[in-house]
């Protein structure tokens, strides 16, 4: 399965009126996709126990969904292009202040 890498601008055209979704089902199965990341993608993050606790619609275009990451503030974000039905890509969303180090192991 191929993946796609967003980069700052092309998530952030993805970003507008956010609206958290607080319940109902995924518009598609994005797990296969997820599996797919590449692991330098992650970064230090390590989101493998798929703990997904906010979702964010964008109007009729985007859901941006976030895999907690062991790290406060560290999500990887899925993409998915409700139009098309498919996964648009995914971002390492790190919402610390820049020059956060991450904590000692």
């Given at each position: 399965?191929?993946?796609r890498?967003?980069?700052?601008?092309?998530?952030?055209?993805?970003?507008?009126?956010?609206?958290?979704?607080?319940?109902?089902?995924p518009?598609?199965d994005?797990?296969?996709?997820?599996?797919?990341?590449?692991?330098?993608?992650f970064?230090?993050?390590?989101?493998?126990?798929?703990?997904v606790?906010?979702?964010y619609?964008?109007?009729?275009?985007?859901e941006?969904?976030?895999?907690?990451?062991?790290y406060q503030?560290?999500?990887m974000?899925?993409?998915?292009?409700?139009?098309a039905?498919?996964?648009?890509?995914h971002?390492?969303?790190?919402?610390?202040?820049?020059?956060?180090?991450e904590?000692?192991?």
């Open positions: 399965m191929q993946t890498k967003l980069t700052d601008e092309e998530f952030k055209a993805t970003q507008f009126a956010p609206l958290r979704v607080e319940n109902g089902a518009p598609l994005f797990w296969q996709y997820v599996e797919a990341i590449p692991a330098e993608d970064g230090v993050a390590d989101c493998r126990d798929g703990n606790t906010h979702v619609r964008m109007g009729d275009d985007y941006h969904v976030l895999i907690n990451s062991q503030g560290v999500a974000v899925i993409v998915v292009d409700l139009k039905g498919k996964v648009f890509g971002y390492l969303l790190d919402l610390n202040p820049p020059g956060t180090e904590p000692d192991a």
